[in-house]
Each structure stands twice: as C-alpha cells, then as structure tokens.
C-alpha cells in the first residue's frame, strides 16, 4: 500500500538561543497524508497560494510553480526562481510505502547478495 506524504520544510537564520548554539534553523511542517498522489498534489498546491498571499513572485521569472503528479521532478517545489521569501522552503510530496519489515529485510538481503555477485563478476574482468 503507498500513501503520499506533503511536507514543507523551511530553513532560515535565527539568533543563537545559547552560547553554542548555531544560527541555521530547520522547521518542518506536515501537510497531510494522503491516498492519492493527485489529491497530494492539490492540497500542496493551496499551500502555495498562502506563499503567494505574503511574497511577491520573482520578478524575473513571473511563473507560479506548482506540484504536478505527471510530470518529472514535478513532487518538489523550492523558492529558488520562484517567490521573493526571506527564508526558503522545500515543499515536496514523498511516496510512502507500508509493507511487512520481513519483506524489507528479504528484499534488502537479496539485493545485498546481488550486489556482491555483481562485485565479484566485475573484479573476475579486471
């Protein structure tokens, strides 16, 4: 079974909170689950029209992106290019598979013994 995840991931400047504290901050913020890879999409989407409510569009590219299920690279959208923020964001929308840990462990294994035979051929040419 596969589930889509939306998140939005913000990374901007903070003042330290303590003496060794860094200025880099990460704030991740989840949207949703969701069952269909469409219903992802759209949902993601709206959260680009809040971004569009409080930053201008770049004005050299004029474009508002937005998530699309068909295309390639279409589950990722950044600010770079896009909005005038002064932080930026990663809003993706990441598969989520839901299977048996025996059944990752077999297929991991077996792709580990692959690998190894794939090694040794490849030093059996050299």
Do not use: W
């Amino acid at each position: 079974m596969e589930k889509y995840l939306v998140t939005i991931e913000f990374r901007y400047s903070s003042p330290p909170t303590h003496e060794y504290s860094g200025t880099s901050r990460i704030k991740k913020v989840t949207i949703g689950v969701f069952d269909e890879i469409k219903i992802a999409c759209i949902e993601g989407n709206k959260q680009l029209e809040i971004f569009e409510k409080h930053f201008e569009l770049n004005p050299n590219r004029k474009i508002r992106d937005r998530l699309n299920p068909n295309s390639i690279g279409g589950l990722l959208i950044t600010d770079l290019g896009y909005l005038m923020t002064p932080f930026e964001f990663f809003l993706k929308v990441e598969t989520l598979h839901f299977v048996s840990i025996e059944d990752t462990i077999n297929n991991i294994v077996d792709c580990v013994k692959k690998y190894k035979a794939f090694k040794r051929e490849e030093m059996e040419e050299l």
